[in-house]
């Protein structure tokens, strides 16, 4: 696997089909995404996939596997994710407690 070449990789979640991995970049405010190969080889397909505010602290992947979540900034931002592990940005909720940690979606 490739260096996400940011600082601080903070969070990592897997897509509910398992092929990809998404890597929140803390200090930077970015999201990297990986693939995943059937034998669980790591791939960077892409170093900055997304920008996010700072800091990015957790992701989580919706039950329905079409959208990624990120805690960051005092915000949660949504993004649909694609059958090619890309993303694009939907939306962004402000106003989340700057101490609030974890995240959790359905």
Known sequence: AGS???PAPCWVTVSHNGQFAYVSNAHVGTI???GISGM???TLDSSIAAHTS???LDLTVS?????LYALNGGQITSFQLYPDGSIAQVSAVGGVP????GLVAS
Do not use: E, W
């Not at 039950?63 to 959208?67: E, T």
């Not at 700057?98 to 940690?101: G, K, V």
């Open 4 to 6: 996400t070449t940011a």
């Open 32 to 34: 990297s995404v990986y």
């Open 40 to 42: 669980g080889i790591l």
């Open 54 to 56: 700072v800091p990015t």
């Open 63 to 67: 039950g329905n596997n079409q959208y």
């Open 98 to 101: 700057a101490a609030a940690t």
